[in-house]
């Protein structure tokens, strides 16, 4: 699945954190430095998937277990995201076909 | 959208919206613009050129790092004369750099005249007649509108901006601010080119008999990141101004105006 920000999102971000502005809802949201990067790499167009490799690597590389919550963490701040408008699916892939399937629904009810 | 530059905060991200959508939400916390804004709601800024605003419409704009969503007034070619629906008082001229945008889907009032707040006298106040205290920071000089109503029995007193506050308070405290014995103190009224209200709404001063009211020409009210101010808006019970909106007058003419609406 590949995300981008949303056209109603305005955002600025230098790495340890990125502000994020609603410009429908008029909400400003910080977001601290790993979720500031999660956003970074949603803006340049990487896959959630290719985001969770990068992060598991990073964080847990040897630990299953760990991987496991730290992709689990991942997933739900993305759907959040797309839950607040603030992202937009841009493409499915075969990976997250099945392991989104709620986020899918929620983007083409929004379509 | 693409990421703004680094460190830039919430200013910046609304001028970017209004830049590349031509529109920005944003959620309003204050009470200046009751009842036509309610704390907690959104309002839309929608970008509008600067020369195309006009009286009656309400605007955002920046001050002191702030985003303010307050009504115009009147204006010029190179500034907006804005106040709150609910503020005595007019805000610092709005200029183009300042400028935001205007706000989308609030009515225009019928007259102007609905941006002026009323007169705070009752008919509870009409007893004893009204006797007037004209304070002022500087020597006015002769002013033949003010010397016939010391002739009257007005008062004039020149006193400093930094111990005028002190002086009024002591007055009260010492009994003087109403001679009906009512304990109430003293209408006050302040008389600067940010007053909201024309001074013409005085002349309600002299039927109504409201016991005594002072009032306080040539000082400078406002917050303090106005620049200038020296007292604080609430200093007073009403807001007049002398001339135009934001308009600086001498002290001897706006005395001779005022004392003339108050005759």
């Not at chain 1, 999102?9 to 502000?19: A, I, L, M, Q, Y």
């Not at chain 1, 990067?37 to 290719?50: D, E, F, K, N």
């Not at chain 1, 992060?55 to 759907?79: M, N, P, Y």
């Not at chain 2, 020296?230 to 308009?247: E, F, G, N, Q, S």
Request: hydrophobic content about 45%; charged content about 20%.
């Amino acid at each position: 699945m590949i995300l981008r920000p949303s056209d109603y999102v305005v955002w600025t971000g230098d790495g340890d954190e990125v502000r994020l502005y609603d410009t429908m809802t008029g909400d400003f949201q910080t977001l601290n430095a790993t979720a500031a990067r999660i956003w970074q790499l949603i803006a340049q167009g990487r896959p959630v998937s290719a985001i969770v490799a990068e992060l598991v690597t990073d964080f847990a590389a040897d630990d299953a277990g760990e991987a496991q919550v730290i992709e689990g963490d991942i997933r739900e701040f993305v759907a959040a995201l797309h839950a607040a408008r603030l992202v937009v699916l841009v493409a499915q892939d075969a990976e997250s076909a099945v392991s989104d399937g709620e986020v899918v629904a929620d983007a083409s009810a929004s379509a | 959208m693409p990421p703004l530059p680094p460190d830039r905060g919430e200013l910046s991200l609304i001028r970017a919206a209004l830049r590349r959508s031509g529109r920005a939400t944003i959620r309003v916390t204050g009470t200046s613009m009751l009842p036509s804004i309610v704390p907690g709601s959104q309002v839309t800024i929608e970008h509008k050129p600067f020369a195309g605003v006009r009286a009656g419409e309400v605007v955002a704009f920046v001050l002191s790092g702030d985003v303010f969503v307050h009504r115009i007034a009147e204006r010029d070619a190179t500034r907006l004369v804005t106040a709150g629906d609910s503020m005595p008082l007019f805000d610092p001229p709005v200029t183009e750099d300042s400028y935001l945008g205007q706000v989308a889907g609030l009515p225009v009032p019928a007259g102007l005249a609905a941006l002026s707040g009323p007169l705070p006298i009752g008919a509870a106040d009409r007893a004893g007649g009204t006797r007037l205290t004209f304070w002022c920071p500087a020597d006015p000089g002769r002013v033949p509108a003010v010397s016939a109503l010391l002739t009257a029995g007005a008062q004039l007193r020149v006193v400093a901006d930094k111990d005028v506050l002190s002086q009024l308070e002591q007055l009260d405290r010492a009994g003087h601010a109403d001679a009906s014995g009512s304990g109430r103190r003293a209408l006050r009224v302040g008389v600067s080119a940010a007053g909201r209200s024309a001074a013409g709404t005085l002349a309600a001063l002299a039927p109504a008999g409201i016991g005594r009211c002072d009032i306080l020409v040539g000082y400078r009210f406002g917050s303090p990141c106005s620049g200038h101010a020296t007292l604080a808006p609430d200093a007073v019970d009403y807001h007049v101004r002398a001339a135009a909106p934001l308009a600086e007058v001498p002290l001897d003419q706006a005395l001779d105006i005022v004392a003339a609406a108050v005759r």
